[in-house]
């Protein structure tokens, strides 16, 4: 069964402290991954996507990366307002339909910057 | 930037009785999407919805629950007999046809049963 696993469940940093969320997966011939924000009472806000091993995306202090098991995002000095939780997500395809039918998510990671 | 409606934001119902949560989908996409997300736990797939039909449902999408596309725009999500259980944040979420990205999310309802 598709698994995305992500760590760790919480992580409280200072502002400005560098530091990288994991996503780990174990799905049958990945065709990319996703990685949203979600503010608390909120919807998740797409990041990135990533596709093959090797690819990195950035976006202000945010980078992803990809590698054949896992994917890092890698916050370089945070701010205050880059806290929220962190959701990886893949997708599901079902037989017989070109598209993916539905992403799973992991868990999140809750990140906490301290000014 | 185009964005999901979800309507209402908040919703208090009695056990027992009938919701229906209501979503605008982003105009040229085609994939709809329904997930909840229980206080504290993960965001989980409900249904998703493709030319008019269900293309997959999770073993928590029973008979209770039920989506329509009534019309060109909206995109609904009915709870025939609402249990405690199924108090949570439900988000809608549409995709265009061809791509790998953009699922957007909308901002949610609130759905509490007492």
């Known amino acids: 069964e598709d698994q995305v696993t992500q760590s760790p469940e919480a992580l409280r940093l200072q502002e400005g402290e560098s530091s990288s969320l994991n996503c780990s997966y174990t799905?049958?011939?990945?065709?990319?991954l996703f990685w949203y924000r979600q503010d608390p009472g909120k919807g998740p806000e797409f990041l990135f996507t990533?596709?093959?091993a090797g690819e990195e995306k950035e976006k202000e202090r945010l980078k992803a990366t990809l590698t054949k098991k896992e994917s890092f995002l890698h916050i370089t000095a945070p701010k205050p307002e880059d806290s929220a939780t962190y959701l990886c997500?893949?997708?599901?395809?079902?037989?017989?339909?070109?598209?993916?039918?539905?992403?799973?998510f992991g868990s999140g990671t809750r990140l906490s910057i301290r000014p | 930037e185009p964005e999901v409606t979800q309507t209402p934001s908040h919703q208090v119902t009695q056990m027992g009785q009938e919701v229906i949560l209501r979503c605008v989908p982003i105009s040229n996409h085609l994939y709809f999407y329904w997930y909840r997300q229980i206080l504290g736990q993960k965001v989980e797939f409900l249904v998703s919805f493709y030319n008019n039909e269900i293309s997959e449902k999770s073993e928590i999408f029973d008979d209770q629950f039920s989506v329509e596309r009534p019309d060109g725009s909206n995109f609904t999500l009915k709870i025939r007999s609402t249990k405690l259980e199924d108090s949570a944040m439900y988000f809608c979420?549409?995709?265009?046809?061809?791509?790998?990205?953009?699922?957007?999310f909308g901002s949610g309802t609130r759905l509490t049963v007492v």
């Open positions: 990533l596709y093959s």
């Open positions: 997500a893949v997708p599901r395809f079902t037989p017989g339909y070109s598209s993916a039918s539905k992403i799973i």
């Open positions: 979420a549409s995709r265009a046809p061809g791509t790998g990205d953009g699922y957007t």
């Open positions: 799905v049958s011939g990945l065709r990319g």
